[in-house]
């Protein structure tokens, strides 16, 4: 029993082992231009059901993208697979867009408290201001 525990062990880690190996290609995009593609990407990715302002909903905005980098889509498939290929690299890539990611929402997100901030302060002093106009005209009413 303890050989064949021992025989399906080696087999996962023989499993598990990197086999891709692949070659740096000779168009490789750089790290930091990769990070900022793949933030495109998401972000692209994350507007895909939004209408725009010709009223179009699910345009696909990725070849505007690669155009924004100045790459093609082999160019970015080539350059993602070696990547994937080395994968410490790969991590700090997505890590630093998880970290964009988050300041873009948290922006966004203090940007609209401050938006429904202003837009309650308005309310209030129309309803002010209402009151102050509806407070004249029924002392016009007396008077009259």
């Not at 990725?62 to 690299?89: P, W």
């Amino acid at each position: 029993m303890k050989i064949l525990y021992s025989f399906i062990l080696i087999l996962f880690l023989f499993a598990c082992q990197d086999k891709g190996n692949y070659k740096k290609p000779e168009n490789l995009i750089s790290k930091s231009k990769m990070t900022d593609l793949l933030l495109d990407m998401h972000l692209v990715v994350g507007t895909s059901n939004v209408q725009n302002i010709y009223l179009e909903k699910n345009r696909n905005y990725m070849s505007l993208v690669y155009e924004k980098y100045g790459v093609d889509s082999t160019q970015f498939a080539q350059s993602n697979l070696y990547y994937t290929s080395q994968i410490g690299e790969y991590e700090e890539i997505f890590e630093e867009v998880h970290r964009r990611m988050k300041i873009l929402k948290e922006t966004y997100e203090s940007r609209m408290d401050s938006i429904m901030g202003l837009q309650e302060t308005e309310k209030k002093a129309n309803e002010k201001r209402d009151s102050i106009i509806e407070a004249q005209r029924k002392r016009q009413n007396i008077l009259n």
